[in-house]
């Protein structure tokens, strides 16, 4: 049996950063500042991106190949690399990170080599493609629905353990009432809300 195509697909970017000074600290300090100042969960950059499962942003600065002897490979430059899981097609997942984030992208990728040449979605897309690196990594545990439809099964998970702890004990009848209006409560077939938000983490 043929296994199904997912709709959830990885995405890998190394771009080296400028070798320079720039304000008395090396380029790659500004961007290793600029990335670990970022706000996380529902105040990151990319929660307000299209079609983003999970994204990490961070600067390479060198190799050591672990091993029963360690083996140090020393980089010619140091790299901005973005990793993310995402749903759909590239070309649309970069369309819409381009169109909700190119503020954002430029305060961080104009430090890299040839970010300069980027002047709209167009020399972005080809910039992604030119450093992009295959990879064949995947999510587990995503079976690769939309965005929506995991942050549904999110806020159903929760909510229905909050209704677990909350009947312990009660007599069938109440506990038949207390489901109905948990029901109710959680709009089973609306994807619009209730439901998690994108970048959320906490339960409760």
Same mark, same amino acid.
């Given at each position: 049996?043929?296994?199904?195509?997912?709709?959830?697909?990885?995405?890998?970017?190394?771009?080296?950063?400028?070798?320079?000074?720039?304000?008395?600290?090396?380029?790659?300090?500004?961007? /290793?500042?600029? !990335?670990?100042?970022?706000? =996380?969960? *529902?105040?990151? $950059?990319?929660?307000?991106? #299209?079609?983003?499962?999970? @994204?990490?942003?961070?600067?390479?600065?060198?190799?050591?190949?672990?091993?029963?002897?360690?083996?140090?490979?020393?980089?010619?430059?140091?790299?901005?690399?973005?990793?993310?899981?995402?749903?759909?097609?590239?070309?649309?997942?970069?369309?819409?990170?381009?169109?909700?984030?190119?503020?954002?992208?430029?305060?961080?990728?104009?430090?890299?080599?040839?970010?300069?040449?980027?002047?709209?979605?167009?020399?972005?897309?080809?910039?992604?493609? /030119?450093?992009? !690196?295959?990879?064949?990594? =995947?999510? *587990?545990?995503? $079976?690769?629905?939309?965005? #929506?439809?995991?942050?549904? @099964?999110?806020?159903?998970?929760?909510?229905?353990?909050?209704?677990?702890?909350?009947?312990?004990?009660?007599?069938?009848?109440?506990?038949?009432?207390?489901?109905?209006?948990?029901?109710?409560?959680?709009?089973?077939?609306?994807?619009?809300?209730?439901?998690?938000?994108?970048?959320?983490?906490?339960?409760?």
């Amino acid at each position: 049996m043929t296994k199904p195509k997912s709709n959830l697909n990885n995405l890998v970017v190394i771009s080296p950063i400028i070798n320079a000074i720039f304000q008395e600290k090396a380029v790659s300090d500004h961007v /290793r500042e600029r !990335v670990q100042a970022l706000p =996380s969960n *529902e105040k990151s $950059p990319f929660a307000k991106v #299209p079609g983003t499962y999970t @994204a990490r942003l961070f600067v390479l600065d060198d190799l050591v190949l672990e091993g029963l002897e360690p083996v140090e490979r020393h980089l010619q430059s140091k790299y901005l690399v973005f990793n993310c899981h995402f749903h759909g097609e590239l070309a649309a997942y970069l369309k819409g990170l381009w169109e909700s984030s190119e503020s954002f992208l430029f305060s961080i990728w104009s430090f890299c080599v040839g970010y300069q040449h980027v002047k709209n979605y167009e020399s972005f897309e080809r910039y992604v493609n /030119r450093c992009k !690196v295959p990879t064949h990594f =995947s999510l *587990e545990g995503v $079976p690769g629905g939309s965005i #929506p439809e995991q942050l549904k @099964a999110l806020y159903l998970k929760q909510e229905f353990a909050k209704f677990v702890a909350d009947n312990q004990g009660k007599s069938p009848e109440t506990l038949q009432a207390a489901f109905q209006v948990f029901i109710q409560k959680v709009q089973l077939k609306s994807l619009e809300g209730p439901t998690w938000q994108p970048g959320q983490t906490d339960m409760f």
